[in-house]
């Protein structure tokens, strides 16, 4: 039987010493035909171990509809990591942060009355307690002791930096090993004595997350973790990127020499991320510390590993480090091709937002979770009495991008991100306001805050009441006529030799949401940075592909472009 312990100084793989060297894929960012691949390149830049979280908002968006198959087939997923010779390291949560939406959290948990998110509140603890037990059921049989290569299982993630409730994190090593798990349980904190000593419990092993200055931050950790191997579970060697922002990166050289002088001191790492991956759908978080910044569609994250899943200058560059420390491959990736260009006619089929269907009206707007609603979009309606006008419209908070219309005529737009909640309007009779969730936060108290519009609603100070609210199906949506001004769904095909990744120019288009055969790409937005939208090679097909483009504002030209290299926005000068 392998054993895989915990000794004095070191990780121990059958009593020897071993160090973990180790990347992050989330296989929820991945399309399943490209899991094997993106294994295949992080082990021949010299890993011997891939980790990755486990969202359990995708394996259980409905509650008590759990799904591990397809996207969410996390044992396959391991598998194939087993099948290159490579450990495995699964960091179930319950919060993963990841820059995911909710933070991984379902929304049906979130936004359950009464509720007490990540603390020993009964509620919190029984739903994660079976969703636990859910993810162990897979990971358990798969642990090195048992013939798999799991060799490390984390328990809840970062916690010292969100609360420090003792009893929460006991009751979550007692659902784990009481579900069978065996190997060395860890947890992670950024290197603070305040986190590191709230965030853990003696019986677990401290890891620190970091992406610089290495050794003081081994030095931290050594103080709170005073005997076993020292490891940065999340060497941080990039950037995630937001809307409104540059593209983050990070000099190859300078998180090289950091990597090395991890390795050197003999530490153990997990390089976040090796293979960034998408935020395919509407899967982005968002982050909101005084100012609501949603994430872009690309996770790119300015790893090794880019979008596409080719190698970087990162990834030579600490292929050249981990070789001084460990056997790396001869085999070298090549680098990313040119994607095919193309240019596609769009046919404008008109204004898709569905007409308001809901009866009857509330004091106040429903919001998304009072409506069940996960998908970005619902309409809002509600008569307005008589006016004069012009008139001011003041929401109690708009979360996160509203469209208002009177009479069916746009007359502006109410940001979250800008701190905006009130308009003037002219004259009329209808109110219709469309709203955009633009992605869960992800981190910190604003975890499974309501989405849409939130509170009361006053014109000229007195309450609107009488609202009614419609959700959007942006999968299923349909244009009522012809026409691309405006609002509107906009329609093409094109003709591939077979499948092939490539690269959506969104430059054309204003804001909105974008589809190759039915595959849900993302968001793209003319704000910066993000230019391009990834289409991964396994979406399209050989011959005749169908693009779907569900425009929110104006697209400038009814065209779709697809060029021949990624274009994830203009770097910090």
Not at 84 to 103: D, F, K, M, T
Not at 139 to 162: F, K, M, T, W
Not at 380 to 404: C, K, M, T
Not at 496 to 510: E, K, N, R, S, V
Request: charged share 20%; glycine share 10%.
């Amino acid at each position: 039987m392998t054993t895989f312990t915990i000794g004095e100084t070191d990780f121990l793989l059958d009593g020897r010493p071993h160090q973990v060297i180790s990347g992050t894929l989330h296989y929820f960012r991945i399309h399943p035909e490209h899991w094997a691949d993106r294994i295949r390149t992080a082990k021949a830049m010299g890993l011997n171990t891939i980790e990755t979280y486990v969202a359990w908002n995708a394996h259980e968006p409905v509650k008590g509809e759990w799904d591990a198959t397809g996207w969410n087939d996390l044992g396959r997923f391991l598998d194939l990591i087993a099948a290159e010779g490579l450990h495995a390291i699964v960091r179930p949560g319950p919060y993963i942060c990841a820059e995911w939406h909710n933070g991984g959290l379902p929304v049906w948990l979130t936004s359950t009355p009464g509720i007490g998110i990540r603390r020993s509140e009964p509620q919190f603890v029984e739903a994660v307690s079976e969703y636990l037990r859910r993810v162990y059921e897979i990971v358990a049989p798969r642990q090195i002791d048992r013939g798999g290569n799991v060799v490390l299982v984390q328990i809840e993630n970062e916690y010292g930096a969100y609360g420090s409730d003792k009893e929460y994190l006991q009751e979550l090593v007692r659902v784990t090993k009481e579900a069978g798990i065996t190997v060395p349980l860890t947890t992670v904190d950024q290197p603070m004595p305040w986190m590191l000593e709230a965030g853990s419990l003696p019986e677990l092993h401290l890891t620190g997350s970091f992406g610089s200055r290495s050794e003081e931050r081994l030095a931290t950790l050594r103080e709170h973790q005073t005997t076993g191997p020292l490891m940065c579970s999340e060497f941080w060697d990039g950037w995630f990127d937001w809307w409104g922002s540059i593209h983050h990166t990070t000099d190859p050289a300078a998180s090289a020499h950091d990597l090395d002088a991890l390795l050197a001191a003999g530490a153990s790492v997990n390089i976040y991320m090796v293979h960034g991956g998408t935020n395919f759908g509407t899967t982005n978080g968002a982050n909101d510390k005084g100012r609501y910044d949603p994430i872009v569609t690309s996770y790119d994250y300015d790893a090794p590993i880019d979008e596409s899943g080719h190698p970087t200058a990162k990834f030579h560059a600490f292929r050249e480090v981990i070789a001084k420390y460990a056997p790396v491959s001869d085999v070298v990736p090549a680098a990313r091709p040119d994607a095919p260009t193309l240019e596609v006619a769009l046919s404008g089929e008109g204004d898709w937002m569905p007409d308001a269907t809901a009866t009857g009206g509330t004091d106040v707007p429903p919001t998304f979770e009072d409506l069940a609603h996960l998908g970005p979009l619902v309409r809002y309606d509600v008569d307005l009495p008589s006016f004069a006008g012009p008139a001011a419209l003041v929401f109690g908070e708009v979360r996160d991008l509203a469209w208002i219309h009177i009479d069916g005529t746009p007359v502006g737009r109410l940001s979250r991100a800008l701190h905006e909640r009130a308009i003037t309007i002219p004259a009329g009779s209808r109110l219709t306001v469309l709203v955009e969730d633009q992605g869960r936060v992800n981190y910190a108290d604003r975890l499974g805050e309501a989405k849409g519009l939130i509170g009361s609603v006053t014109l000229n100070g007195a309450p609107l009441t009488g609202w009614t609210a419609t959700p959007v199906d942006v999968a299923s949506a349909v244009g009522t006529g012809e026409g691309t001004v405006g609002r509107a769904l906009l329609r093409g095909t094109f003709t591939l030799d077979g499948p092939t990744d490539l690269f959506l120019d969104t430059a054309g288009f204003g804001k909105g949401f974008a589809f190759v055969n039915g595959f849900f790409l993302g968001r793209y937005w003319n704000n910066v940075p993000q230019n391009t939208l990834y289409v991964p090679g396994p979406a399209t097909l050989a011959g005749a592909n169908e693009i779907v483009v569900l425009e929110l504002e104006h697209a400038v030209e009814p065209v779709a472009r697809f060029v021949a290299a990624p274009s994830l926005g203009q770097l910090e000068e």
